[in-house]
């Protein structure tokens, strides 16, 4: 799928989604809708530089609050709806991958369980 394929999918699906909320009030509205765009995969560098240039387009800044927890993000709200691009910096990823290592590889002792 191209790039422009892509932009027209998520442009149809978001209409769509707001037909049918609206043609069926019966459901519970979602408290906020995201969307999120993550840069490739890259260099600190190079992915922090696309949110960059995201926020440009946007017209937003990067939110520095997030910086403490390795993520790089920017984005701009349309009442319940955002709009945004987190770049997930190389000293998170490790540490996730750290944390989530031994997934599977530990049990817990039933017999001391509250």
């Keep these: 799928m191209t790039t422009t394929d892509k932009h027209t999918a998520m442009i149809t699906g978001l209409r769509e989604l707001a037909t049918f909320l609206e043609a069926n009030p019966e459901l519970p509205i979602p408290y906020e809708v995201s969307a999120l765009c993550f840069p490739a995969r890259s260099t ?31 984005g701009i709200n349309f009442g319940p709806v955002r709009y945004g691009a987190l770049a997930v910096l190389a000293h998170r990823r490790a540490r996730y991958d750290a944390e989530t290592s031994y997934i599977g590889c530990v049990e817990p002792d039933s017999a001391h369980a509250a």
């Design 44 to 74: 600190d560098a190079e992915m922090t530089a696309e949110v960059d240039r995201i926020a440009t387009l946007l017209g937003a800044e990067v939110d520095a609050e997030d910086a403490s927890y390795g993520h790089y993000r920017t």
